[in-house]
């Protein structure tokens, strides 16, 4: 089994910055792409970034590019998600997905994190 854990998020100001991270464990062996998701109260959740197995392809949705960077670090076992410009519309639970495939994606992600919360004040 692999474990996806999530640290970083908080309370920020519309304009500021966070740094989400995400460790894996378990047999992490068998992961290779990583993404991050989203869900805001209320609203149905949705891809925010994803990165491949080696960092050399990245997916961005709409909403967030220009925005966040996703990046990773295989030897840490280790995604990150580096929001700038938040804005209040950011507000949301974010997850940390893993996939076994090798190829930056949102579908087939096959273990998800718990999540972190992310609050931007207007």
């Known amino acids: 089994q692999v474990q996806l854990v999530e640290s970083g998020g908080g309370l920020v100001q519309a304009g500021g910055s966070l740094r989400l991270s995400c460790a894996a464990s378990g047999r992490t062996f068998s992961i290779f792409a990583m993404a991050w998701f989203r869900q805001a109260p209320g609203k149905e959740r949705e891809s925010v970034a994803a990165?491949?197995?080696?960092?050399?392809?990245?997916l961005y949705a709409d909403s967030v590019k220009g925005r966040f960077t996703i990046s990773r670090d295989n030897a840490k076992g280790t995604v990150y998600l580096q929001m700038n410009s938040l804005k209040p519309e950011d507000t949301a639970v974010y997850y940390c997905?893993?996939?076994?495939?090798?190829?930056?994606?949102?579908?087939?992600?096959?273990?998800w994190g718990r999540g972190t919360l992310v609050t931007v004040s207007s």
């Open positions: 997905v893993a996939s076994k495939q090798a190829a930056a994606s949102f579908d087939g992600m096959d273990y």
């Open positions: 990165i491949s197995w080696i960092g050399q392809t990245t």
